[in-house]
């Protein structure tokens, strides 16, 4: 169970694309979607968090118009990286929880790998 | 405010031999830990999760972490390492501070190395 499916799993274009992630839980209900970052080498960076059917939360640092969320249902967010240029290369892991609690684990997708020529 | 110190960024062993993974937390509240794993690529699987229950937690793949209050740890640990377990580990605590978000705070992660 909790199993959380993250599409595509790797995407190639070029500078000033915009590009649509989608993380989907696929066997349970998610309260909260959270979108992070991970450089080489490097732990994640959590850039937003999304309630369903309200407004993203953005972490300090990160540009909510570059970065549109979306968490239209209890299954479904979606990240668009909009005007995508080389520095937006990374990788992006999509995470689920049910319900608000500390406790309760977050269920993570398998990533998406973006590179910008 | 909370954090995690992993103390180890890479720890290297011989397939057969045990595995342990230290991990020390910091936290004004009482902590919700957890131990994720990623291989490469990939995202982040639980591997187990510590939420004021037991004090010794079991995982899957034979894996178990151990809470002691006293010294502030959650190391991770595995009798006997299998070459599949070589990858990345990840010490979390969240943040338990009863408001909506209750965000996950991170380790730097601990790249885990099985030797033939």
């Known amino acids: 169970g909790a199993v959380v499916s993250q599409h595509p799993s790797r995407v190639i274009c070029k500078s000033g694309t915009s590009v649509k992630i989608e993380c989907r839980s696929l066997?349970?209900?998610?309260?909260?979607m959270f979108w992070y970052r991970q450089f080489p080498k490097k732990s994640l960076m959590l850039m937003a968090t999304?309630?369903?059917?309200?407004?993203?939360?953005?972490e300090q640092g990160v540009e909510k118009d570059k970065f549109l969320i979306n968490h239209a249902s209890l299954t479904l967010s979606t990240l668009t990286v909009t005007s995508a240029h080389p520095e937006d290369s990374s990788f992006y892991i999509c995470?689920?929880?049910?319900?608000?609690?500390?406790?309760?684990?977050?269920?993570f997708g398998d990533g998406t790998r973006l590179s910008i020529l | 405010a909370q954090s995690v110190t992993q103390l180890d960024s890479h720890v290297s062993v011989s397939e057969g031999t045990p595995v342990l993974l230290r991990c020390n937390y910091s936290?004004?509240?009482?902590?919700?830990l957890f131990w994720y794993v990623q291989h490469p690529n990939k995202g982040l699987q639980l591997l187990l999760k510590?939420?004021?229950?037991?004090?010794l937690v079991k995982g899957i793949n034979g894996f178990e972490a151990e809470f002691k209050k006293s010294e502030t740890s959650f190391h991770l640990t595995k009798p006997s390492a299998h070459m599949s377990d070589a990858a990345e580990y990840f010490c979390v605590v969240s943040d338990n501070q009863g408001g909506a978000t209750n965000k996950l705070i991170f380790g730097t992660g601990t790249l885990l190395a099985v030797q033939p």
């Open positions: 995470s689920a929880r049910q319900g608000t609690g500390g406790f309760q684990p977050q269920h």
């Open positions: 999304s309630n369903e059917g309200s407004k993203a939360t953005y």
């Open positions: 066997d349970f209900q998610a309260t909260t």
């Open positions: 936290s004004s509240y009482s902590p919700s």
């Open positions: 510590y939420t004021s229950a037991a004090t």
